[in-house]
Each structure stands twice: as C-alpha cells, then as structure tokens.
Nanobody
Framework: QVQLVESGGGLVQAGGSLRLSCAAS????????MAWFRQAPGKEREFVAT????????SYADSVKGRFTISRDNARNTVYLQMNSLKPEDTAVYYC?????????????????WGQGTQVTVSS
C-alpha cells in the first residue's frame, strides 16, 4: 500500500509556472506507475500526465502537451509536475495517483491510490 501527499499548489498569474510534488510513503515506490489528474469545479476529473515505473516513458493530455513535464525521483519516492505557461483553464485541484498496472496508464479507474489534492489557481 502507498500513501500520497501532494504539495506545491497555489495562486499564479497566467503565463507563470508552478511545480507540484507528490511524496509517497513505503519502500516500493518504484513499482508504481504514477500520474497526475485534475478536476475543475463542475467538471469531471481528467487525466493530465503519467510516467512509467522507470521514468523512461511519459504521456500527456493534449491540453498540456509542451507546457507540463512529469518526472520522478525513485530515490526520493517523489513524482513532480512542472507546469509552465499556465492558463486560467488550468485552474483545478490536482491529484497524484499510483497504479501497479504495467505500462502507460491514462485511465483513472486503473489507479489504486490517490492523494488528497492540491489547489492550483491561475488568474488572468
């Protein structure tokens, strides 16, 4: 089992940057593929980015491709989301998630563990 704690959210102006972190408990972090999802008010949760267990393969939603970068440090049990060129439509609660499913996993139902979320607000 793994517990996830996100941090790094906040208020930023459009065009600015933020880096989210997700710290995982346990000794088996490297056995989980990790992902970021987000949920805006009144909208369904949506996939943002995912990274495989080794960190060698990543995948992004079209809406963030070229602006966001997911990475992980297995020695620190942490996954990151670097967000650049932020837009007001990026405003949402961002969730970190972990899955034991092998490969590139973009569906939320495949993820077994979720953090509590961190708020990101982008002002225009």
């Amino acid at each position: 089992q793994v517990q996830l704690v996100e941090s790094g959210g906040g208020l930023v102006q459009a065009g600015g940057s933020l880096r989210l972190s997700c710290a995982a408990s346990g000794r088996t972090f490297s056995t989980y593929a990790m992902a970021w999802f987000r949920q805006a008010p009144g909208k369904e949760r949506e996939f943002v980015a995912t990274i495989t267990r080794s960190g060698r393969v990543t995948s992004y939603a079209d809406s963030v491709k070229g602006r966001f970068t997911i990475s992980r440090d297995n020695a620190r049990n942490t996954v990151y989301l670097q967000m650049n060129s932020l837009k007001p439509e990026d405003t949402a609660v961002y969730y970190c998630a972990a899955t034991t499913t092998i490969g590139v996993v973009t569906g939320g139902r495949e993820y077994n563990y979720w953090g509590q979320g961190t708020q990101v607000t982008v002002s225009s």
